[in-house]
């Protein structure tokens, strides 16, 4: 069974400080990893990795993927109170029927306080 | 706005009962996701319909059902409903078969009492 676990779960900084947020997993047909940020309600994408070691980045918020560790972090810098959010990591993997299948972690959450 | 639209946006309902969830997908898009979040399990995948035909199943309890229909909006029938299935379900659309292409309803919160 597809696997992803995300570390730590809850978290809570000053603002201007910098997080790093982990996710790891076990995927069979692995395709691609995806980061979300997760507020109220509906999850809206941030990055999507595909290949190792290529950094991806928007603005204060970048991301990194080893395939060979299986994992991936999200970092933020200069953090606002607009930051606080529940962030998202989900696996996409080929599911062998003719379908791609997205594997949640359990998020973290994060609050950043002025 | 994500251009996808659920409805209703909160239901509640007694145990036992059945209800329907509805998604309208974004214009021209043709897949379908539907996932579960809860406080104890995350997101959780329950299944995917691409133009009418459905294309996988993740952890959908028997007493949950889903179709979706020519016109490509779906509903997702929950029957027997227990305290437990108390959730925010979401429907995705994207255009094709990769959901990560997928934008998110806002959800409709469930709450069996």
């Known amino acids: 069974e597809d696997k992803v676990v995300q570390s730590p779960l809850s978290l809570v900084v000053h603002e201007g400080d910098t997080v790093t947020l982990n996710c790891s997993y076990e995927v069979t047909n692995f395709r691609s990893l995806l980061w979300y940020k997760q507020e109220k309600k509906a999850p809206t994408f941030l990055f999507m990795l595909t290949s190792s070691g290529i950094e991806k980045k928007s603005g204060r918020l970048s991301s990194i993927l080893d395939k060979k560790e299986l994992f991936s972090i999200l970092n933020i810098t200069a953090t606002q109170t607009g930051d606080s959010a529940v962030y998202l990591c989900?696996?996409?993997?080929?599911?062998?029927?003719?379908?791609?299948?997205?594997?949640f972690g359990k998020g973290t959450k994060l609050s950043v306080i002025p | 706005d994500s251009g996808v639209t659920q409805t209703p946006k909160h239901l509640i309902t007694a145990t036992g009962q059945r209800v329907t969830l509805r998604c309208s997908p974004r214009?021209?898009?043709?897949?379908v996701y539907w996932y579960q979040q809860s406080l104890d399990q995350g997101l959780q995948f329950l299944i995917h319909?691409?133009?009418?035909?459905?294309?996988a199943k993740g952890n959908i309890l028997e007493r949950f059902s889903a179709q979706q229909f020519p016109d490509l909006h779906s509903e997702l029938n929950l029957s027997s409903l227990e305290l437990g299935d108390s959730a925010l379900y979401f429907c995705?659309?994207?255009?094709?078969?990769?959901?990560?292409?997928?934008?998110f309803g806002q959800g409709t919160r469930l709450t069996v009492v």
């Open positions: 995705a659309s994207s255009v094709d078969l990769r959901g990560t292409e997928a934008f």
């Open positions: 214009s021209g898009d043709l897949s």
């Open positions: 989900a696996v996409e993997a080929w599911t062998g029927a003719g379908s791609y299948q997205l594997t």
């Open positions: 319909y691409y133009n009418g035909e459905e294309r």
